[in-house]
C-alpha cells in the first residue's frame, strides 16, 4: 500500500531558527514529490520535485529530493512567526490520477 | 479570475440529513478532488474525479457520494450513512491527476 510519513509531527522554534523538516514515502512508480504550506484554510503550493528536478529553492525555503532514501526534506532557515503553518508533504506515484498526502508538520515559530 | 470557489463557507447540519458542499472551478482543469482534514491531521482523499462523467472511491469514501457533469463543477453530497462528518472539507483541481493540485478555501462541516 501507498504510504507517505512526515516526521516530526509538530515542531515549536524560535524566531531565527533554522528547522527541517522531513517526508519519507513508499509509492509505486514515483512520479513526484510535492510540498504545500497550509496556514488557516486552503494549502498553498511550495515545491514539486521530481527525478529531473532533485532540488527546489525560493528564499528561505528549499527542499532536495533523496530518490535513493525515499525521501524528501524541507528547510526553512532564519524562520519568521508567519512560517508557523502545517507543513504538508504529497507524492504522485503510479499513474493513479492522484496525491497521498502525509500527516503533515505543525510548526510553530515563537518571538 | 482563475480559481476555486468552494461554498458555502460554514455548514451545520442535524443528524440525519443530507447535505451537498459546493465546488467550481474556471481554471479548465480535468482533474478534481475532494478531502477530508481532521484537527492535526493531513487530508484523506474522499472522491476524485479525471474526467467529465467519471469519478473513483478514495481512501475514504463510505456515507459520501459525488456527481460529475460539468467540468467546472464537483459537488459532494455528505449522505446521513457518514457516521463522523464533522469535519474541515477541501477540494481541489489539476490539470491531469498526478500534478500540482490547487485548493478551494474549504467548508467546515459541523453535525449538531
Known amino acids: 500500500e501507498d504510504k507517505v510519513v512526515q516526521s516530526p509531527l509538530s515542531l515549536v522554534v524560535h524566531e531565527g531558527d533554522t528547522v527541517t523538516l522531513n517526508c519519507s514515502y513508499e509509492?509505486?512508480?514515483?512520479?513526484?514529490l510535492l510540498w504545500y504550506k497550509q496556514e488557516k484554510k486552503a494549502p498553498t503550493f511550495l515545491f514539486m520535485l521530481t527525478s529531473s528536478g532533485i532540488e527546489k529553492k525560493s528564499g528561505r525555503l528549499s527542499s532536495i529530493l533523496d530518490k535513493k532514501e525515499l525521501s524528501s526534506i524541507l528547510n526553512i532557515t532564519a524562520t519568521q512567526t508567519g512560517d508557523s503553518a502545517i507543513y504538508l508533504c504529497a507524492v504522485a506515484g503510479s499513474n493513479t490520477g492522484k496525491l497521498i498526502f502525509g500527516q503533515g508538520t505543525t510548526l510553530q515559530v515563537k518571538p | 479570475d482563475g480559481g476555486i470557489t468552494q461554498s458555502p463557507k460554514y455548514l451545520f447540519r442535524k443528524e440525519g440529513q443530507n447535505v451537498t458542499l459546493s465546488c467550481e472551478q474556471n481554471l479548465n482543469h480535468d482533474a478534481m478532488y475532494w478531502y477530508r482534514q481532521d484537527p492535526g491531521q493531513g487530508l484523506r482523499l474522499i472522491y476524485y474525479?479525471?474526467?467529465?462523467?467519471?469519478?473513483q472511491k478514495g481512501d475514504i469514501a463510505e456515507g459520501y457520494s459525488v456527481s460529475r457533469e460539468k467540468k467546472e463543477s464537483f459537488p459532494l453530497t455528505v449522505t446521513s450513512a457518514q457516521k463522523n462528518p464533522t469535519a474541515f472539507y477541501l477540494c481541489a483541481s489539476s490539470i491531469d491527476g498526478g500534478n500540482e493540485q490547487f485548493f478551494g478555501p474549504g467548508t467546515r462541516l459541523t453535525v449538531l
Open positions: 474525479s479525471q474526467i467529465v462523467n467519471d469519478f
Open positions: 509509492v509505486t512508480n514515483f512520479r513526484s
